[in-house]
């Protein structure tokens, strides 16, 4: 779905503005401090609920106000939905086609919203939460049981676990390894599948914007050297090791997705600008294989690739089809001359200007 317009009132340096963006590309021009950043939080927050800068939602709303409302219009073919949220006093209320809804988890996965940040490239270089996060983000939005199940497994793995620190009896531990294991082999693979249905997407991009083939290395969260021992196996030969640390160490909460350049590790081969590209890479695919229009937000990116890479990611980018908002401080480093109906917004001290 695409965002069509936006009202803000009260985030951040962000008094009040009413926006009206286009289906393609969005350019948001503005020197340092002038609120760019925080108006791609404002899209994230009414498109899933959170914002990516920060779980605190009240550090969004505005210095010296109670409270914030955002209102946003999307539509897709026919379709339109208009969100509505407000934080005041410490409560938040959404609004889906003025019917409330309880949650705003409840947002997070209508709208497929993406972002590459400067952040972003903890993803190759952070634990595997990250990577997991980026698996489980994008299966979530091609296969809809996906969620249930991995709420699911989670609660089972918390009672095994609260079971084994409690020591309570084999038998009583053991009891949980059935409903895990069913789970457990859904997550894996609805997983394995979602890669696989990746890999030749990001072989595509990899090649456009690195001129490599980088591989998803998938390793579901216990060992796959000998195929021939299932999960329910690991956890029978792992029990007194589970017992001994008291929580469970293999599954699919342990699930990570190694990328390799030739057999390589990717930190050991690709320089940092090329890492940078790779996460691109990784985004791009995500978004290409994505049922639904999605929403991309590029965040301070461009300055850091040189002119010819940017322009090359350009086309990339629209290539996925999804609607982008990017920013950067200078309108020439980004180049949307063979985008349809691309638009730029000028902001100052929170303050948004549409340039024809
Ligand atoms: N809750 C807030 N209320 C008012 N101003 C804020 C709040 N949080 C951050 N700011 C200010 O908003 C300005 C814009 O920040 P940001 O969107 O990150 O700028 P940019 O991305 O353009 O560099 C900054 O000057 C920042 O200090
Ligand atoms: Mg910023």
Known sequence: MALQQLDIQHLRNIEQTKLAFSPTANL???P?????????????????????????IDQLIQHDTTGMLLVGHYYQDKEKQIIGLSRENRKTQVKINGQNISKTTELAGRIPLFVLIPESHELLDSGPKMRRQYLDWGVFHVEHQYLDIWKQYHRILRQRNSALRRNRTKQEIQAWDQPLVEKAEVLHQLRKTYIEKLSPILARYGEQLIGE?????????????????SYTQHLTDGFDKDLERGFTRLGPHRADIKIKIKGKAVQTVFSRGQQKLLICAMTLAQLKLQPAESILLVDDLPAELDPKRRTILMSALKDTGAQVFVTATEPDLIDVSDWPDSKMFHVKHGSFQDVI
């Open 32 to 56: 340092n401090a002038s609120g760019k950043t925080s108006l791609l939080e404002a899209i994230s927050l009414i498109s899933q609920g959170r914002s990516f800068r920060t779980t605190r």
């Open 28 to 30: 948001i021009i503005g």
């Open 213 to 229: 083939n980088p591989k998803f290395d998938y390793q579901p969260g216990w060992d796959l050297k000998d195929p021939t021992i």
